[in-house]
């Protein structure tokens, strides 16, 4: 089993949807949570990071972490065209703070 | 302010070769990381260098290895490539000051294919 998984998609929605992304994890340890977004051939752009359970909030972004459920989300509202690319969740446990652990990916296509 | 930059962009070489990838880190930043992404797969943590040491190492074997100079500068070298190795190389900085998770940057990637 892997420490950290992701629907690998890909998730196709219309312009202006609410999108969710999610990420299960069987690290209890995990304290730091991170989405990044990455546009074909290029590399992760950090996009949240959230530390511990909680939600935060950014623009059209939510992050949320649910430890007790070892489920993290990522919500984009009103999603555009330029949204497309993949989401990448990724965490560590604050201690080896060094070493991030990322899902798989989410391929999403938000389309006119 | 550069980013995070990383030379070449692509690469092909035969099994058995030797590479050698590059990576200068935003300016301000004193920590690389190095990962490998294969095709359909989020990255993975090769290692990392901090004061010209390496700090932690993931789960490679010892045909990966890495330097960093004293301009924070760092190379990945793979020896002995296999065919398995192709993938997307990524370098990402960090500074060793503050939370990893604030500061973590990454490089465009050097896409390596071995044939």
């Known amino acids: 089993q892997k420490e950290v998984e992701q629907d690998p998609g890909p998730l196709s929605v219309p312009e202006g949807a609410i999108v969710s992304l999610n990420c299960t994890y069987s690290n209890s340890a995990f304290q730091y949570f991170m989405w990044y977004r990455q546009y074909s051939r290029k590399g992760p752009e950090l996009l949240m990071y959230?530390?511990?359970?909680g939600n935060k909030e950014d623009g059209r972004f939510t992050a949320q972490v649910d430890k007790s459920s070892k489920y993290i989300s990522l919500f984009i509202r009103d999603s555009q065209p330029s949204d497309s690319a993949t989401y990448l969740c990724a965490m560590t446990d604050g201690i080896n703070t060094d070493k991030l652990i990322f899902g798989t990916g989410t391929r999403l296509q938000v389309f006119p | 302010d550069a980013g995070v930059t990383q030379s070449p962009t692509h690469l092909i070489k035969t099994r058995g070769q030797q590479v050698t990838l590059r990576c200068s880190p935003k300016s301000g930043h004193d920590t690389v990381s190095w990962y490998q992404q294969a095709l359909g797969q989020g990255p993975q943590f090769i290692f990392q260098y901090y004061e010209e040491e390496e700090r932690q190492r993931g789960n490679f074997p010892d045909r990966f290895s890495g330097h960093q100079f004293p301009n924070y500068s760092s190379e990945l070298n793979v020896n002995a490539l296999l065919l398995g190795d192709s993938a997307l190389y990524l370098c990402?900085?960090?500074?060793?000051?503050?939370?990893?998770?604030?500061?973590?940057?990454f490089g465009p990637g050097t896409r390596l294919l071995v044939l």
């Open positions: 959230t530390y511990s359970s």
């Open positions: 990402a900085s960090s500074s060793a000051q503050r939370s990893l998770a604030e500061t973590q940057y």
